[in-house]
């Protein structure tokens, strides 16, 4: 088999198909010249002045442009092979302890106490693009690897793609029809040739796609579906399933779709409901004599043109409309066969007449019918549902055709005694939406149960109450184990070309067929040389089935061979959607506990079931929608192309929405605003960067420098530290702390939540603010303080962009070398270590403190709103302070707050803090924690143009307030409005309502 690989050269082939990324990568030079760094602890950062080409100190564009760093960073991580993980050296690994109730199915290796991390990308299709389900999923693995290497553990998540045999058929072909030929004109060869050009030249869409995204897979390890290491495993795996005696060839009734002229499974077969008809046919009885009785047993039926091949009509044995038919025959009209009134107890007396027609070669109901009644199958159809020859007159027409005439000659000849309107479910073709026709034919077949007997006992609790595999969330575990209780033995022909045809040859001679490893050149049986190959190829599913096994060198494991199979599988955790749970998930499960089982431990010992799973745990992720709940469908027009959205934010605003809203069992709906405001987050660092540099390169110019070798663990702090410093190490401690152990329970959302209120709100907001005032460069008494004061600030800010790095990688990359002046201690930030805490180190005196300034601030910020203080105006302020009922506040809030006086008056703006007994009459007044504040502001107003002022605003809102509420009373605005329009009504008639009484008491409050 010739097997091209596609090997992704460089910046040319590099990044999206649909827009130029390439060319932006080649214009843009590289920001920082990075230095190849053997690791952490052997390099000391810029310490000693960095090298010689080291470009400004700290530089970094003053705007935050994503798809500029993006690009940039995207590509030195594929060039660099950042996330290779390389076949084990023998001996580094160890049989390892696997239990799927320790977290990840976590096992250390002896030499280097690394424990593996091993996820298996669920394959798209080689024809596809990226969807946003895509982006989703790739997201949640992402950071789950970014996070795992950071703790150290072995990483590994293989990429790939699927050869999707139906719809990368379809495709070609439609291609081949359009220059004017086919694929039956091209011959099986030529045609499969064709498809590899195709696959060499498009095929790699969504992992360049991938790439730019910055997914952290081991490019080196891509697999495509049909490679030739994988193609082994396939023969393998069917080879020996025959010799097991697990498959079988059998007339089946499949699902038949005319236009792909392939079988296709159960799940592939979409249903929709459509109002048809129940046409009812009159068969005539024909008496002891051999003639017409005059009488009729009347069928009703859906599909009229399948009557062409009943073979007996079938009626209740208890049904006393028909007890006198028992045993006779029926004239069939149409073909005049004779066809035997049949006894079953499966039929429904109530449905139609009662009396069913039955045609075993084109209903699944008939054909078990057929099967307890030993009746023959007629099969009337060819492959393009093309009435064959059996039906006579009828031969050569379309089914749809042939339906039509067949109703109008019963009318003709009076045989048809009506026609009611009927709204049935019709399966259509999950591909190419043609209306699927059950068929007779013959297929090939894994019986399956012994299979699934062992993926039942997999996912099912052990005695001891362990699982082998745990799928997350839990409601899936129950349809999982329905689906398998129920289970067919599975059909795995396809009668397509491309795809692993099936590796069995047929005898002229003797007819047996040849099953075997290598391609025969003569019979097994009888020797003989005329044989043939069969045509079909196996499902799809069959091979991407064996993936964890095959990724990892099964057939092929040999003592010397063995190092990848020993360290990856079990690989640790599937992540993957619902709709692929049956198709894949689960057959992945059967076929892997099924030959992983017979591959021994390292030590030779036999592999029990835990061992032999595919992966430990499967996490079920949910579906993105639109803003407005809605499935995206082209149909409806609401996709959201996440490649749009990825060039409009960045990635990495785009991730953090999608991580953010990530709940477990709960669908997204995707809202682009989010996007917008993660934009501004990313922003907001970016910014808090630029003005953490440009105090650094301040202080460096009156040799105030910070010890680079202090970067890179969690800061500390004293206990005579400012209560900023101990306050923001306490947060920063806490907030590490639960972002680990959210991750640790897939809530990515959570997690996400916990860093954007740390590095926004405690960071940005606060923490950088207070840290303003201690940086002053003019007074040489106050230096030892500064340097302190710059040092906590560049550790917490270096430890944030690690903490924030998993799920805002480029962001973080290209701070995190800035940070270290171009010369960074890796070679990456996503090879550094992901922050671990220590709870001693949370001083909660320094939280709960901290709290009672941050409530104080926001309530007097909330009062300058509230009595319209400008902006950027200082005004006093009065407190009147409480007894201190905070634990480590102690003797009352005055001193405490005159402690921190200087805090207050730069965040609530504040010229003054005056100390008070009682607020002063008049005054506005809010209670805070530490007791009530007062803003001193008096403004000169011109009162009669306040009053015209107020009294316009108050009508414009009196308009605004009646308009809204007359749009949500209309029962008809309500039904037809997107959730979106109304909740965004609903918030403005709120916020008008609250303007309105505003305004009303203000000018209730105006003097004269
Ligand atoms: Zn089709
Ligand atoms: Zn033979």
């Given at each position: 088999?010739?097997?091209?690989?596609?090997?992704?050269?460089?910046?040319?082939?590099?990044?999206?198909?649909?827009?130029?990324?390439?060319?932006?990568?080649?214009?843009?030079?590289?920001?920082?010249?990075?230095?190849?760094?053997?690791?952490?602890?052997?390099?000391?950062?810029?310490?000693?002045?960095?090298?010689?080409?080291?470009?400004?100190?700290?530089?970094?564009?003053?705007?935050?442009?994503?798809?500029?760093?993006?690009?940039?960073?995207?590509?030195?991580?594929?060039?660099?092979?950042?996330?290779?993980?390389?076949?084990?050296?023998?001996?580094?690994?160890?049989?390892?302890?696997?239990?799927?109730?320790?977290?990840?199915?976590?096992?250390?290796?002896?030499?280097?106490?690394?424990?593996?991390?091993?996820?298996?990308?669920?394959?798209?299709?080689?024809?596809?693009?990226?969807?946003?389900?895509?982006?989703?999923?790739?997201?949640?693995?992402?950071?789950?690897?970014?996070?795992?290497?950071?703790?150290?553990?072995?990483?590994?998540?293989?990429?790939?793609?699927?050869?999707?045999?139906?719809?990368?058929?379809?495709?070609?072909?439609?291609?081949?029809?359009?220059?004017?030929?086919?694929?039956?004109?091209?011959?099986?060869?030529?045609?499969?040739?064709?498809?590899?050009?195709?696959?060499?030249?498009?095929?790699?869409?969504?992992?360049?796609?991938?790439?730019?995204?910055?997914?952290?897979?081991?490019?080196?390890?891509?697999?495509?579906?049909?490679?030739?290491?994988?193609?082994?495993?396939?023969?393998?795996?069917?080879?020996?399933?025959?010799?097991?005696?697990?498959?079988?060839?059998?007339?089946?009734?499949?699902?038949?779709?005319?236009?792909?002229?392939?079988?296709?499974?159960?799940?592939?077969?979409?249903?929709?409901?459509?109002?048809?008809?129940?046409?009812?046919?009159?068969?005539?009885?024909?008496?002891?004599?051999?003639?017409?009785?005059?009488?009729?047993?009347?069928?009703?039926?859906?599909?009229?043109?399948?009557?062409?091949?009943?073979?007996?009509?079938?009626?209740?044995?208890?049904?006393?409309?028909?007890?006198?038919?028992?045993?006779?025959?029926?004239?069939?009209?149409?073909?005049?066969?004779?066809?035997?009134?049949?006894?079953?107890?499966?039929?429904?007396?109530?449905?139609?007449?009662?009396?069913?027609?039955?045609?075993?070669?084109?209903?699944?109901?008939?054909?078990?019918?057929?099967?307890?009644?030993?009746?023959?199958?007629?099969?009337?159809?060819?492959?393009?549902?093309?009435?064959?020859?059996?039906?006579?007159?009828?031969?050569?027409?379309?089914?749809?055709?042939?339906?039509?005439?067949?109703?109008?000659?019963?009318?003709?000849?009076?045989?048809?005694?009506?026609?009611?309107?009927?709204?049935?479910?019709?399966?259509?073709?999950?591909?190419?939406?043609?209306?699927?026709?059950?068929?007779?034919?013959?297929?090939?077949?894994?019986?399956?149960?012994?299979?699934?007997?062992?993926?039942?006992?997999?996912?099912?609790?052990?005695?001891?109450?362990?699982?082998?595999?745990?799928?997350?969330?839990?409601?899936?575990?129950?349809?999982?184990?329905?689906?398998?209780?129920?289970?067919?033995?599975?059909?795995?022909?396809?009668?397509?070309?491309?795809?692993?045809?099936?590796?069995?040859?047929?005898?002229?001679?003797?007819?047996?067929?040849?099953?075997?490893?290598?391609?025969?050149?003569?019979?097994?049986?009888?020797?003989?040389?005329?044989?043939?190959?069969?045509?079909?190829?196996?499902?799809?599913?069959?091979?991407?089935?064996?993936?964890?096994?095959?990724?990892?060198?099964?057939?092929?494991?040999?003592?010397?061979?063995?190092?990848?199979?020993?360290?990856?599988?079990?690989?640790?955790?599937?992540?993957?959607?619902?709709?692929?749970?049956?198709?894949?998930?689960?057959?992945?499960?059967?076929?892997?506990?099924?030959?992983?089982?017979?591959?021994?431990?390292?030590?030779?010992?036999?592999?029990?079931?835990?061992?032999?799973?595919?992966?430990?745990?499967?996490?079920?992720?949910?579906?993105?929608?639109?803003?407005?709940?809605?499935?995206?469908?082209?149909?409806?027009?609401?996709?959201?192309?996440?490649?749009?959205?990825?060039?409009?934010?960045?990635?990495?605003?785009?991730?953090?929405?999608?991580?953010?809203?990530?709940?477990?069992?709960?669908?997204?709906?995707?809202?682009?605003?989010?996007?917008?405001?993660?934009?501004?987050?990313?922003?907001?660092?970016?910014?808090?960067?630029?003005?953490?540099?440009?105090?650094?390169?301040?202080?460096?110019?009156?040799?105030?420098?910070?010890?680079?070798?202090?970067?890179?663990?969690?800061?500390?702090?004293?206990?005579?530290?400012?209560?900023?410093?101990?306050?923001?190490?306490?947060?920063?401690?806490?907030?590490?702390?639960?972002?680990?152990?959210?991750?640790?329970?897939?809530?990515?959302?959570?997690?996400?939540?916990?860093?954007?209120?740390?590095?926004?709100?405690?960071?940005?907001?606060?923490?950088?603010?207070?840290?303003?005032?201690?940086?002053?460069?003019?007074?040489?008494?106050?230096?030892?303080?500064?340097?302190?004061?710059?040092?906590?600030?560049?550790?917490?800010?270096?430890?944030?962009?690690?903490?924030?790095?998993?799920?805002?990688?480029?962001?973080?990359?290209?701070?995190?070398?800035?940070?270290?002046?171009?010369?960074?201690?890796?070679?990456?930030?996503?090879?550094?270590?992901?922050?671990?805490?220590?709870?001693?180190?949370?001083?909660?005196?320094?939280?709960?403190?901290?709290?009672?300034?941050?409530?104080l601030?926001s309530e007097t910020r909330a009062l300058r709103k509230d009595i319209g203080v400008?902006?950027?105006?200082?005004v006093p302020i009065e407190v009147c302070?409480?007894?201190?009922?905070?634990?480590?506040?102690?003797?009352?809030?005055?001193?405490?707050?005159?402690?921190?006086?200087?805090?207050?008056?730069?965040?609530a703006?504040a010229?003054?803090?005056r100390?008070v007994?009682q607020i002063s009459a008049g005054l506005l007044r809010r209670h805070a924690?530490?007791g009530d504040v007062a803003v001193i502001y008096e403004a000169?107003i011109?009162?009669?143009?306040?009053?015209?002022?107020?009294?316009?605003?108050?009508?414009?809102?009196?308009?605004?307030?009646?308009?809204?509420?007359?749009?949500?009373?209309?029962?008809?605005?309500?039904?037809?409005?997107?959730?979106?329009?109304?909740?965004?009504?609903?918030?403005?008639?709120?916020?008008?309502?609250?303007?309105?009484e505003k305004a009303?008491a203000a000018?209730a409050a105006l003097?004269?």
């Amino acid at each position: 088999m010739r097997v091209p690989r596609l090997s992704w050269c460089g910046i040319s082939s590099f990044g999206f198909r649909h827009f130029d990324f390439g060319a932006r990568i080649l214009a843009r030079a590289p920001l920082l010249k990075l230095k190849v760094v053997p690791s952490v602890e052997t390099v000391c950062p810029s310490a000693s002045g960095g090298s010689s080409t080291t470009p400004m100190p700290h530089d970094l564009p003053k705007a935050y442009d994503p798809t500029a760093i993006e690009d940039h960073w995207a590509e030195y991580w594929v060039r660099e092979n950042l996330f290779a993980q390389p076949t084990p050296k023998p001996g580094s690994t160890s049989t390892h302890e696997g239990s799927a109730s320790e977290a990840s199915g976590r096992r250390k290796s002896e030499s280097d106490g690394q424990s593996p991390f091993v996820i298996l990308l669920p394959p798209p299709n080689v024809t596809g693009s990226l969807h946003m389900g895509h982006m989703f999923e790739h997201t949640e693995s992402d950071i789950l690897a970014r996070w795992h290497r950071m703790r150290g553990d072995r990483v590994l998540w293989v990429p790939g793609t699927d050869h999707a045999g139906i719809a990368t058929q379809m495709l070609v072909e439609r291609q081949v029809v359009s220059e004017g030929t086919t694929r039956q004109k091209m011959g099986r060869e030529a045609f499969v040739e064709r498809v590899w050009k195709w696959r060499e030249h498009y095929g790699g869409t969504i992992l360049g796609q991938m790439k730019r995204l910055g997914a952290s897979v081991d490019w080196q390890r891509e697999y495509f579906t049909m490679d030739e290491r994988l193609s082994v495993a396939v023969r393998e795996a069917f080879v020996k399933l025959h010799e097991q005696g697990l498959i079988y060839r059998g007339a089946y009734i499949v699902n038949w779709c005319p236009r792909c002229q392939t079988a296709i499974s159960d799940l592939e077969v979409v249903y929709d409901e459509h109002k048809g008809h129940l046409w009812e046919i009159r068969y005539p009885v024909i008496g002891d004599d051999g003639k017409d009785t005059g009488e009729f047993l009347t069928v009703a039926t859906t599909r009229p043109e399948t009557m062409l091949g009943d073979v007996a009509v079938a009626i209740h044995p208890d049904d006393d409309r028909y007890t006198h038919l028992h045993a006779k025959m029926l004239r069939l009209p149409l073909t005049n066969r004779e066809i035997p009134v049949i006894l079953d107890e499966w039929v429904s007396r109530d449905f139609g007449t009662g009396a069913v027609k039955v045609t075993p070669a084109h209903d699944p109901n008939d054909f078990a019918l057929g099967q307890r009644h030993n009746l023959p199958s007629i099969n009337v159809m060819d492959e393009t549902a093309h009435i064959n020859a059996e039906g006579g007159a009828y031969a050569g027409l379309d089914r749809f055709v042939a339906r039509k005439k067949i109703v109008e000659d019963l009318e003709a000849q009076g045989l048809l005694a009506g026609i009611k309107d009927h709204t049935l479910n019709i399966g259509h073709c999950s591909r190419c939406k043609t209306i699927v026709e059950p068929r007779l034919s013959l297929q090939w077949f894994v019986k399956i149960q012994p299979l699934a007997d062992k993926a039942i006992a997999a996912v099912r609790p052990d005695a001891e109450g362990k699982k082998a595999i745990r799928i997350f969330p839990e409601q899936y575990e129950k349809v999982y184990l329905e689906w398998m209780g129920n289970i067919h033995d599975w059909c795995i022909s396809r009668q397509l070309w491309w795809g692993h045809r099936i590796p069995a040859w047929s005898c002229a001679v003797c007819h047996k067929m040849t099953v075997a490893r290598e391609d025969p050149s003569q019979c097994a049986h009888c020797g003989s040389e005329k044989i043939t190959q069969e045509t079909d190829v196996l499902d799809t599913w069959f091979s991407s089935g064996l993936l964890p096994v095959s990724v990892f060198g099964w057939p092929n494991i040999t003592a010397e061979n063995r190092a990848d199979f020993d360290t990856f599988y079990p690989t640790s955790l599937l992540v993957t959607g619902f709709d692929i749970l049956f198709f894949w998930v689960a057959r992945m499960i059967m076929l892997g506990c099924w030959f992983a089982g017979d591959v021994p431990m390292p030590d030779g010992t036999k592999r029990e079931l835990k061992e032999s799973v595919p992966f430990r745990e499967v996490y079920i992720h949910a579906l993105v929608r639109d803003a407005n709940r809605e499935k995206m469908s082209k149909t409806k027009g609401n996709v959201v192309d996440p490649i749009e959205i990825v060039k409009q934010y960045g990635t990495d605003a785009v991730r953090f929405t999608l991580a953010s809203m990530a709940s477990p069992g709960t669908d997204i709906a995707f809202n682009i605003a989010r996007t917008e405001g993660y934009r501004a987050f990313a922003n907001k660092i970016w910014n808090a960067a630029r003005f953490i540099f440009m105090n650094v390169d301040r202080a460096a110019e009156i040799d105030i420098k910070v010890d680079p070798a202090v970067l890179g663990a969690m800061p500390t702090v004293g206990a005579d530290a400012p209560l900023e410093a101990r306050w923001i190490v306490a947060e920063l401690h806490a907030t590490v702390a639960n972002v680990n152990k959210s991750l640790e329970d897939y809530r990515f959302d959570v997690a996400a939540h916990l860093i954007e209120k740390f590095f926004w709100g405690d960071f940005c907001s606060y923490y950088l603010e207070i840290v303003k005032l201690r940086l002053d460069f003019s007074d040489p008494a106050k230096k030892t303080a500064t340097r302190a004061a710059l040092t906590m600030l560049i550790q917490v800010f270096e430890v944030s962009l690690r903490l924030l790095s998993p799920f805002m990688p480029f962001l973080t990359e290209e701070i995190w070398h800035t940070v270290y002046d171009g010369n960074p201690p890796a070679k990456s930030i996503a090879l550094t270590q992901y922050p671990q805490s220590d709870n001693s180190k949370i001083d909660h005196g320094a939280l709960g403190a901290m709290i009672v300034l941050e409530n104080l601030i926001s309530e007097t910020r909330a009062l300058r709103k509230d009595i319209g203080v400008e902006e950027n105006a200082v005004v006093p302020i009065e407190v009147c302070a409480g007894p201190g009922l905070n634990a480590s506040i102690g003797g009352g809030y005055e001193p405490f707050l005159r402690e921190n006086l200087a805090i207050v008056e730069r965040l609530a703006r504040a010229s003054e803090v005056r100390f008070v007994q009682q607020i002063s009459a008049g005054l506005l007044r809010r209670h805070a924690y530490a007791g009530d504040v007062a803003v001193i502001y008096e403004a000169t107003i011109d009162v009669p143009a306040e009053r015209e002022r107020l009294t316009k605003d108050i009508a414009k809102y009196e308009k605004g307030l009646a308009s809204a509420e007359r749009q949500l009373g209309s029962e008809g605005f309500l039904a037809k409005a997107p959730l979106h329009i109304v909740d965004g009504l609903k918030k403005q008639e709120a916020e008008t309502r609250l303007l309105l009484e505003k305004a009303r008491a203000a000018l209730a409050a105006l003097p004269g």
